[in-house]
């Protein structure tokens, strides 16, 4: 099963390609913020996203962000999984 977890941008690491440092759960990993461009309107440090893949999918507030978590936490092996998954990829 692959999900969609929570993650607040630290930083915009490359602007020209879209990427940024994304915490998710005390874990720093670069994921690509193109795909909320859509409005011409993107994130910032300090916003919350939903990231899958390395892809940051859609910015929510940090109270859906907590609820997510309570949620997936409560999946057990599931986001346990996701987040070993996480913790070993990395894009440059």
Not at 7 to 17: H, K, L, P, Y
Not at 21 to 26: A, E, K, N
Not at 70 to 87: A, D, F, P, V
């Amino acid at each position: 099963m692959c999900l969609a977890i929570p993650g607040q941008i630290v930083e915009i690491t490359d602007a020209v390609n879209r990427l940024a440092s994304v915490d998710v759960v005390g874990v720093r990993r670069t994921v690509n913020i193109g795909l909320l461009d859509v409005d011409g309107r993107g994130v910032e440090p300090g916003d919350w996203v939903l990231i899958h893949v390395g892809f940051a999918l859609s910015k929510i507030d940090e109270e859906e962000a907590a609820a997510t978590l309570r949620l997936l936490e409560q999946m057990g092996s599931e986001y346990e999984q996701e987040l070993e998954e996480l913790k070993a990829s990395a894009i440059e």
